[in-house]
């Protein structure tokens, strides 16, 4: 059984930081494209940043480029999203998705992804 859970989420202050994680288990990890979606209250949910299944090629939304980095561990088999310069319009619940496809290339489609996470709340006061 295909489990991701997140980690990592909760309550600071604009300016802060705060670094997700991610553990999967019951999957081949290093074969997977890993991605971070959020969706705030009314919004479609939105990728954020995505990391091919090698880690040489990632991708992220305008909104986070320069704030926000994804990494992966595949010993750990988890993925992280460490972020920084933190706005009120990052409040959003967070999930961590994979994709089996093992291409250079990175999706950003939330249809693309076989597997989810429960989500993790984030939210940034101002």
């Known amino acids: 059984q295909v489990q991701l859970v997140e980690s990592g989420g909760g309550l600071v202050e604009a300016g802060g930081s705060l670094s997700l994680s991610c553990a999967a288990s019951?999957?081949?990890?290093?074969?997977?494209?890993m991605g971070w979606f959020r969706q705030a209250p009314g919004k479609e949910r939105e990728c954020v940043a995505v990391i091919n299944w090698s880690g040489v090629n990632t991708y992220y939304t305008d909104s986070v480029k320069g704030r926000f980095t994804i990494s992966r561990d595949n010993a750990k088999a988890t993925v992280y999203l460490q972020m920084d310069s933190l706005t009120p319009e990052d409040t959003a619940v967070y999930y961590c998705?994979?994709?089996?496809?093992?291409?250079?290339?990175?999706?950003?489609?939330?249809?693309?992804?076989?597997?989810w996470g429960q989500g993790t709340q984030v939210t940034v006061s101002s």
């Open positions: 019951g999957l081949a990890f290093s074969n997977y494209a």
């Open positions: 998705a994979a994709d089996r496809r093992m291409t250079y290339q990175v999706f950003t489609t939330p249809q693309r992804y076989d597997y």
